[in-house]
């Protein structure tokens, strides 16, 4: 390989650093507003009104879907790239009648791993359900009443490498999973009620959600290298 396509494969993957990088704070303690307030996209594809669903007062976001078969969600465009590995930490407390999907965090990706992209879970009354349906992990029930009035510390994290993520519940491990496939052409990060029937209803304290977010190390590395080619580039030109 000649210099100039290696100064274009180490540009690319410089950029590729720099550009895939998402992530996400909403603390309702410190910002009291709603997260269409905050950078999000709010999403209903049966037409409920936001205010229906979601309202901030006390430090947290409430969350009620109840009997309303609402499809109420916030949305990150582009907020999910499976390439990269990712962090994502709800503090919540979830109320009794919350069911499939009423309380939904949603990492997909069909852009660049379209066989599996789908890496969120969402949380019932009783169990969680995530990751492929045929994989031993799906609808596993906690260890504990998650519904018991308490707020509770979810944590998921996702290895690009592996293409597997881990969940943990106040630092108590609960399962690993596996992705399924997305519906083409869909990337984001969400959360919010994404059922048409079922319905969920919970506080939401705060979420920190991180993706792809580069080491400086590695991106000092790269443009060093790149500058270095750039130079040896340069001199053989001038020779």
């Not at 309380?103 to 789908?118: A, G």
């Not at 939401?204 to 270095?228: K, Q, W």
């Not at 040896?232 to 001038?238: G, I």
Request: charge should be negative; proline fraction near 5%.
């Amino acid at each position: 390989m000649n210099i100039r396509a290696v100064l274009g494969v180490t540009a690319n993957m410089l950029f590729c650093s720099l550009i895939h990088a998402a992530s996400l704070t909403l603390d309702f303690g410190t910002n009291p507003t709603l997260p269409s307030a905050q950078g999000l996209t709010y999403v209903s594809q049966t037409g409920t009104p936001e205010s229906s669903v979601f309202s901030v007062s006390n430090g947290l976001l409430h969350m009620d879907s109840l009997g309303q078969q609402a499809n109420a969600t916030y949305q990150l465009p582009f907020g999910f790239d499976s390439r990269f590995d990712a962090s994502l930490q709800i503090v919540a407390k979830v109320f009794p009648g919350t069911t499939t999907a009423g309380f939904d965090f949603e990492l997909d990706d069909s852009l660049h791993i379209p066989s599996s992209s789908q890496m969120g879970f969402y949380i019932t009354s009783d169990h969680f359900d995530a990751g492929n349906s045929s994989s031993p992990s799906f609808r596993k029930l906690a260890p504990f009443n998650v519904s018991d009035g308490n707020f509770h510390v979810f944590l998921e994290t996702y290895t690009a490498s592996t293409g597997i993520a881990s969940l943990f519940v106040d630092s108590t491990f609960v399962m690993t999973f596996n992705g399924e496939p997305s519906p083409s052409g869909v990337n984001y990060f969400g959360f919010g009620d994404f059922n048409f029937v079922n319905a969920g209803k919970a506080d939401i304290a705060s979420i920190r959600y991180v993706n792809a977010v580069p080491e400086p190390t590695t991106v000092v590395l790269l443009a060093g290298g790149l500058l270095a080619l750039v130079a040896v580039s340069r001199f053989r030109t001038e020779r």
